[in-house]
Each structure stands twice: as C-alpha cells, then as structure tokens.
C-alpha cells in the first residue's frame, strides 16, 4: 500500500529528517538517539537504501524496499541518483524494533508460507504479554486497540488473544513498557 501510494503520488524530491532519530520500539516507547543528519534524494527508494545502511539492516528486512524492488522500482537510473546534506553516518548498533522479530512466516521463501501458515498456527504466534506487576491501568494500550481487545479490569489491562490481530500498537503505546512480546518458539532458536 505504501509503494503504491508513493507511486501514485510520485515525489519529486524526498527529505529525511534524522537530525533526532527514534531507536528501539517506536512511536512512543523508543529512545531518542542523536544521529545528526539532513537528507534530500530525488527516489525516495534510494533514500531508504541509504537509510538501510546507516542503521546497519539490509533492504530485504525493509518491507516497503522490498516490495518496490520486486516490482523493479529501484533498478535502472535511480540506482545512480545523488542523495544530498549531510554526510552519511553509519550507526551499525542502532536498536531495532522488537516487533521486527515477531513474524515466523516472513523469514520463509515465498511458496513455503502460504503451505506453512496452517501448520504454525497458534503454537508458533507470537502475542503481546502484559506485565501486570508494572500495569498501572491507565488504558492507553486499550484506547490505541485497533481490534478492541483489550479491557481494563481491577486496575490492570487484559488481552482477549482470540481477537487480538498482533498489530503490536499495545506494546508500542504502554508508556511505562508493561507490554512485552512473548515471542514464539522458533523465533527463540
Ligand atoms: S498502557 Fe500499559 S500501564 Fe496502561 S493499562 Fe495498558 S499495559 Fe497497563
Ligand atoms: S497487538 Fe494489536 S490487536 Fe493485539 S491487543 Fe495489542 S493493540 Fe490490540
């Protein structure tokens, strides 16, 4: 959706701004890391090539690159077009989203997971586990619940997994981190 927006909408020039940049677990519950850098590119694909690399990941990890390399976005001229400001950075220990890890299925070749999805089921799901030790019942993670999943009991949050899709808002909007992710058994290995 998000290659077909930039397509439709088709910039003709993209900016970074990475003057102050969130690592770890955005959008509220990162750490704010001083990476000091403006960035300007005519392909926002290249832009995000370069960010790749100042961040230490491979494209491939990069969804949005990824699907725009499948349909052959970042081939040919763009390849060559100069990304402008600062001078790049590398921040080869920049803390990834723990949501990253979360997806088994994602890490397999293309054929094997629509053969796999069944098999893996719910003994391989990762979820969202609540902390209800630090759980002060404040309600942000169920207010950010795009499924409505989450309700307010006796002072703490509760998750009702069967309805839960993993979106992973929860975890990302609990200000005090009470909102872990119990990941799955292969993704441990
Ligand atoms: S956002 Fe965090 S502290 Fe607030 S209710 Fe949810 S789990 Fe508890
Ligand atoms: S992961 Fe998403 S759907 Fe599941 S409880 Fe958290 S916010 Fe709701």
């Not at 494209?59 to 052959?72: D, F, H, S, V, Y």
């Not at 990834?96 to 397999?108: A, E, Q, V």
């Amino acid at each position: 959706m998000l290659v077909d927006l930039c397509e439709t909408v088709r910039p003709g020039v993209t900016f970074c701004d990475a003057v102050e940049s969130m690592e770890g677990d955005g959008p509220s519950s990162g750490s704010c890391r001083k990476t000091g850098m403006l960035l300007a590119c005519r392909s926002p694909y290249q832009l995000d090539r370069a960010l790749c690399r100042v961040i230490g990941r491979s494209q491939q990890e990069i969804l949005t690159l990824k699907a725009a390399e499948e349909r052959g976005l970042c081939a040919g001229e763009e390849e060559n077009l100069p990304i402008v400001g600062d001078e790049l950075t590398v921040f080869p220990d920049f803390e990834r989203p723990r949501t990253m890890s979360t997806d088994f299925l994602s890490k397999l070749p293309k054929p094997l997971r629509t053969v796999c999805r069944p098999l893996v089921g719910k003994f391989f799901t990762s979820r969202p586990q609540i902390d209800t030790a630090r759980c002060v019942g404040c309600g942000k993670c169920a207010e950010s619940c795009p499924a409505h999943t989450i309700k307010i009991e006796g002072g703490k949050a509760r998750i009702d997994h069967s309805k839960c899709i993993r979106c992973y808002c929860c975890h990302e909007m609990c200000p005090i981190h009470a909102i872990g992710i119990r990941q799955n058994r292969l993704l441990k290995l």
